[in-house]
């Protein structure tokens, strides 16, 4: 769907707006403490950035992205490739495209542990790839040098750091070479207007100073190989900080944020002490200190035309800054931000002033959100939000306006005053458009191929999370000066265990379905039922239900009519398929008419603790296989594994499946059955085999 004039408002004084944003993520206000505060200052006087590049998410070297983002102060980014949809799910029993949504997350999750920022290609995990020439046929090369020039050209990092050799064919995981190759391309072409011009109507032409390589004794085989080696061109980093105000080491950082990837089971134990990273110098000016790789690079406010009085300001800044009274840096942090306004460097002018802002919000201690009263609406509804400021300060702020970004021109008077410790509410109603789009990875919009997701629009191309649409604007004076601030409107809600909890607000169809199981095995020419669920999403609707077949396949009933009264509520309509008398493989299609529109999504949620609640939109749809298979009576012993569905399909085949626990599974108790089968990774998620394994 195209998105149209999405609110009308009911209460003139505010006004709300869609917008497409890389920070969509539904959050909870954010309550940074002194020292927090600090070390966002500090950054604000480093103009240097980093991008680090490999293929999937758990490749990234949390030690070093933590070590340049929280020690170096440099804005440092993470390009995966892929969201590893290819990956195992250690977790529950999400795979392929769910997956991937899930490691998103996590990655997300991590990135705000470790300081970096999230980017990603269009590249799909589509498994393990033995050799790059494999991995850049199925992934498109084109398509995926074009992402990684793209990425670079937006981030314009001064340094690139590549996880792999791009050296090394054939010895390691395609897609893992496939991600230094491509990037040691790209550092030479990124700066050619003839490469990829069609995004330099969105972007500029960039050019890094250096290409390295990540290296480590791994890469040479043993630690005694890597010792003997000649490390003449190798720059080594000591990344063994402890940060005395956070009282964490570098890698306790880093391994915090590593143990996001519970879906991999990459939990991480931190470590202590000095510490060195290997970066081997393959491209650019290679720096004289080999211990500082921004070395000969002017990372001050001085790289940037009338920087110089900015770079003053905010070193006076931290300076004095005061960790009992964080608002009395305020006037100046305005003043600074004031005169970014007028720098002519389009890419800091976009980064910093968004750093500043974020500052003061926490000297102020501000508080500002927009609250739902609804986790999920459908287009064409009304929506209540209550907006809830607070300034936690002396300082003093206005509401100058409220508007669309960009916001329209603030009114003359102010609208309230801000004053101290004073909440300024407002509860307001909103009707969402009918044209607006559901909530959805983007990505997962159009129908994609085997090793790349469609994205069409140039613009979300590396963009991290799903687009959120619906934010709350306000302008705020301060000091005289004029401070826009934005925020997602978001769901909370009082949980009795675990507190105030949030949650994103979700766009959603009017009416989902979805079938009880995704697989149907016909082995035979017997008649299967075939459950279908259906889950309202608002009051009160009332439609039919039918499904799609191929011609030598039959349903019955051709359609079943029904009523759901109340949003949220599930029924199911239940259709006897006969099979065809050919052996193959088709497709079953859920069609929902409600008021003359025909709806065919499955609605899918993952929620886990470690992520933000996510929401899936699939084509609601099953398989039907229709098989030649003689059973004789086998009996199986099957043990459990990660994400495991197999033995629903081995019952579906006429197989008697006994599902056994650890303490069942005695020399005794198999010599009941034909077959011991054990799921997918299930010594990993079934402790207990490692005793049992002599009796398997």
């Known amino acids: 769907m195209s998105i149209g004039k999405p609110f009308i408002m009911k209460h003139y004084i505010l006004f709300f707006f869609l917008l497409l944003n890389i920070k969509g993520l539904a959050q909870q206000p954010v309550k940074p403490n002194a020292v927090e505060l600090y070390n966002q200052i500090q950054k604000l006087n480093f103009l240097g950035s980093v991008l680090y590049i490999a293929a999937h998410p758990d490749d990234e070297n949390t030690r070093l992205i933590s070590y340049l983002s929280n020690d170096v102060k440099a804005q440092t980014g993470y390009l995966s490739l892929t969201r590893g949809d290819g990956g195992q799910n250690l977790i529950g029993t999400e795979l392929r495209e769910l997956l991937g949504v899930i490691r998103t997350q996590e990655l997300i999750e991590a990135r705000k542990i470790d300081g970096g920022e999230q980017f990603f290609s269009r590249a799909n995990d589509f498994g393990f790839s033995k050799n790059p020439n494999e991995t850049l046929e199925v992934w498109d090369k084109d398509k995926i040098l074009s992402d990684v020039i793209w990425v670079i050209r937006k981030f314009q990092p001064d340094i690139i750091i590549n996880r792999f050799d791009h050296r090394s064919p054939g010895t390691t995981h395609g897609h893992h070479t496939s991600s230094a190759m491509l990037s040691y391309e790209a550092f030479d072409k990124v700066n050619d207007t003839a ?54 080491s570098n890698q306790e950082i880093a391994a915090l944020s590593r143990s996001r990837h519970q879906s991999q089971g990459f939990g991480s134990t931190g470590t202590r002490g000095e510490d060195e990273e290997y970066l081997e110098f393959l491209k650019g000016d290679i720096p004289k200190d ?26 006076n800044v931290e300076n004095n800054f005061d960790f009992k009274n964080p608002s009395a840096s305020i006037p100046e942090l305005v003043k600074a931000y004031d005169l970014i306004q007028n720098i002519e460097d389009k890419h800091w002018k976009y980064i910093k002033p968004d750093e500043i802002k974020k500052i003061i919000s926490g000297c102020a201690g501000l508080y500002f959100e ?58 307001i109603e909103l009707q969402i458009a009918k044209e607006v789009n559901y909530t959805n990875p983007y990505w997962l919009n159009e129908k994609g191929s085997l090793g790349m997701y469609a994205v069409n629009n140039q613009e979300n191309i590396g963009l991290p999370d799903v687009i959120r649409q619906i934010k709350v604007g306000v302008r705020l004076n301060i000091n005289g000066v004029e401070i826009p601030f934005e925020r997602n409107v978001v769901y909370k809600y009082n949980d009795d265990v675990k507190g105030e909890v949030y949650q994103p607000l979700d766009i959603v169809p009017a009416v989902t379905s979805s079938f009880a199981e995704k697989v149907y095995i016909f082995n035979n020419d017997r008649d299967k039922s075939v459950t279908v669920k259906i889950k309202s999403g608002k009051d009160a609707i009332n439609g039919t239900i039918k499904l799609e077949l191929p011609e030598k396949w039959q349903v019955s009933p051709k359609e079943i009519p029904f009523t759901i009264d109340k949003k949220g509520q599930e029924i199911v309509a239940v259709f006897s398929i006969s099979p065809s008398k050919e052996v193959g493989e088709i497709s079953i299609k859920s069609i929902v008419t409600v008021d003359g529109l025909a709806y065919d999504l499955n609605k899918i949620d993952i929620n886990y603790p470690h992520i933000y609640k996510q929401m899936v939109l699939k084509p609601a749809e099953a398989k039907a296989i229709r098989l030649e298979i003689k059973t004789k009576n086998e009996k199986i012993a099957y043990i459990m594994g990660a994400g495991d569905e197999v033995p629903k399909s081995l019952i579906q085949m006429g197989y008697e499946v006994d599902i056994l626990k650890p303490d069942e599974i005695t020399t005794e108790k198999l010599e009941n059955y034909d077959v011991v089968m054990t799921g997918i990774r299930a010594y990993n998620v079934v402790n207990a085999l490692e005793f049992k394994q002599n009796i398997l």
Do not use: H
């Open 370 to 427: 927009a609250v739902s009263d609804v986790q999920e609406i459908t287009p064409n509804s009304t929506l209540k939000v209550k907006v809830e400021i607070v300034n936690r300060s002396s300082i003093q702020m206005k509401i100058n306006g409220m508007g669309a970004i960009p916001l329209l021109e603030s009114n003359t008077e102010a609208i309230a005053d801000l004053k101290e410790n004073i909440p300024y509410t407002k509860n």
């Open 195 to 248: 490469i990829f011009p069609n995004q330099l109507q969105y972007t500029t032409t960039w050019q890094p100073k250096r290409l390295f390589f990540n290296t480590s004794w791994w890469f040479y085989g043993s630690k005694e190989k890597f010792d003997a080696a000649d490390k003449s061109n190798l720059c080594k980093l000591q990344i063994g900080t402890y940060y005395q105000s956070l009282g964490k």
């Open 290 to 315: 080999k211990t500082n790789i921004f070395d000969g690079i002017d990372t001050t406010w001085n790289r940037v035309k009338g920087g110089k009085a900015i770079g003053d300001i905010l070193k």
